[in-house]
RNA sequence: GCCCCGAUGGUGUAGUGGCCUAUCAUGCAGCCCUGUCGAGGCUGCGACCCGGGUUCAAAUCCCGGUCGGGGCGCCA
């Protein structure tokens, strides 16, 4: 991993938006922003041509000062009449905010700003003394929502205009901090022999049971959009893949209307043979902490950037802290009797509901594992052992969920791989054998005894990130109410 | 599916029956300023969700609708 220790984080200037070193020059442009930035020192003299939004233009008469954005960082460029054809320097000087404009010009340190008396010297600066350019495109005026403004916008219209959205600092470093997870979450998966698959999302079948499918056409028969890649991953693994995971949406026609549930999400999937539920948390708990050690190592300057939005909305700043392994392990058994301590309503049995959360979590406030939840609660594909019994006597599983806080992260399990159990399973859960022969008789010829679980990418994203809602670390989020954009 | 709450310029808000030809910020348009950097100064523009009702009088009260927010259930 490549990442320049120099950079000073503290500079608004230098928000060092994405590495961007290794980038080559376009038909466009010859530098990055985020290359002039860090090339700095080295690029005085040089000329550049550079392509970005207008984030702010200043000045009026003879000279002109155009804040120019990339998706790498921000520099100033420095517009003077005399050095320009005139024409072209009044359209630049009248260009609407958020036009995009490529420009031209010699790198220079820029001069020092005002500083009060004592304050510290800012480090150097760089900007582009602008000879030529051009308006690629003219921005409509007035924004819909402001890039820079000072002024808080509901969710709800960032999200009808979440193109102009993403360019705030905090939410592109969101969307980059995003990308790094599903990377670093992938890169140790590999590490530890998982292959990357894709199932398919076009369905025949109630794939679970339980939550609801979209229905859609395909062709002349009725098929579903799958609500979870559970069965397939399974398929590949009867199938001698060994160790496979997924990365892709899952659709659920649930009426959920929640700061954490969407009725399309990316599912974060694992399956590997000869596995068992400690074995597959093990994997989680490992991944999760290569995850965090290495935004923590990398991409502090995203956390920043996250930061310093929520300082300026008078929020607590997010720190990106390694958990400890492993875990903690609380049984369902224990969870029940922790409810009850902490005065809830509970009884074996019972779902442990967010506000039970709360109170395990006021004793368990990071990640936490909850295994050994009772066999009457999973699904029919979750393995058990018949002389694991709870207190009052009844069936134990081996599913378990990760949590964070009260929010459910991770729902798992070693799988159920002696055949005639699993159909046993299905009738007791008032399911037919006979609709998941596609399934079944994949166990009918030796299963290796596996495990695996399935992890919602936006939850995750939301305890890095602080994000008091998973629509903020999601694209184009798609619930209830909303499908466009 | 259940419970609670809300809707005022492009955006975010103040306003609980007459003081509203509706507040403030941001924005936008224009002017002033030759190195700004949260730029600054001046002038202007722009709004009461829709439909019905109560009242001498409705942004404000009532009913319905639409859209949105919060909580719960279910889940990842």
């Known amino acids: 991993m490549k990442r320049s220790s120099t950079v000073d984080n503290s500079d608004p200037f230098r928000p060092n938006m994405r590495d961007s070193k290794e980038w080559r020059p376009t038909s466009y442009r010859s530098h990055t922003i985020g290359q002039v930035i860090e090339l700095g020192n080295s690029l005085v003299g040089t ?18 000062f155009l804040m120019l954005r990339d998706g790498t960082g921000k520099i100033q460029a420095f ?51 602008v000879s030529s350019g051009e308006i690629l495109a003219q921005a409509s005026t007035p924004l819909p929502v402001g890039v820079i403004d000072d002024v808080q916008v509901g969710l709800d219209i960032r999200l009808d205009n979440r193109h102009l959205d993403l360019r705030r600092d905090h939410v592109n470093a969101m969307f980059q ?24 999302k076009i369905i025949a079948a109630a794939a679970e049971g339980g939550t609801n499918l979209f229905p859609m056409k395909y062709f002349d028969t009725d098929a579903y959009l799958s609500q979870s890649p559970q069965l397939y991953k399974q398929l590949a693994i009867l199938g001698g893949l060994e160790r496979v995971f997924e990365i892709g949406p899952a659709f659920r026609a649930e009426k959920h ?55 300026s909305q008078e929020k607590e700043a997010v720190v990106v802290e390694v958990p400890t392994l492993p875990f903690p392990r609380i049984p369902y058994c224990d969870a029940i009797e922790i ?34 939840w009772p066999m009457s609660m ?40 002696r055949v ?21 008789d994949g166990f009918r010829y030796g299963a290796p005894p596996h495990a695996g679980w399935g992890l919602g990418v936006a939850r995750l994203l939301m305890v890095l990130t602080g994000a008091g809602n998973v629509r903020e670390v999601v694209l184009f989020p798609r619930d209830r109410s909303r499908v466009t954009p």
């Not at 596995?275 to 991944?287: K, N, Y």
């Not at 019972?350 to 909850?370: M, Q, R, T, V």
């Open 79 to 129: 517009l003077k009449k005399d050095n320009m054809d005139e024409s072209l320097f009044d359209s630049i000087q009248s260009a609407s905010r958020e036009s995009t404009i490529r420009v031209s010009g010699i790198v220079a340190q820029k001069r020092p700003p005002k500083v009060k008396e004592g304050a510290p010297t800012p480090p150097p600066e760089y900007e582009v003394n």
């Open 257 to 311: 209307d929640t700061y954490r549930h969407l009725n399309e999400f990316i599912s974060f999937d694992i399956e590997g043979a000869w596995m068992d539920d400690e074995d597959v948390m093990g994997v989680q708990e490992r991944m999760i902490f290569h995850i965090w050690s290495e935004v923590k190592k990398n991409d502090q300057h995203l956390i920043d950037a996250v930061n310093e939005y929520r300082i």
């Open 420 to 440: 005639d159990i699993l159909e046993q399973n299905l009738r007791n859960m008032g399911l037919d054998p006979e609709e998941f022969s596609f399934y079944t």
């Open 378 to 417: 999973k699904p029919f594909y979750i393995h058990h052992k018949e002389e694991e019994e709870g207190a009052s006597g009844g069936q134990l599983s081996r599913g378990f969920d990760l949590n964070y806080g009260r929010d459910e992260m991770t729902s798992g399990g070693a799988r159920e791989h």
């Open 339 to 372: 409810v009850k301590e902490g005065g809830g309503e509970i009884e074996w049995g019972d779902d442990i509901e967010s506000h039970h959360c709360d109170l395990i979590a006021a004793k368990f406030p990071g990640f936490h594992f909850i295994p050994r």
């Open 47 to 64: 000329e550049v041509t550079i392509c970005g939004y207008a984030e702010t233009v200043r000045g009026r008469g003879a000279i002109c």
């Open 177 to 200: 901090l995003r990308s790094r997870v599903l990377q670093y979450g992938r890169e140790h998966l590999i590490s530890e022999g998982f292959q990357e698959i894709n199932s398919p």
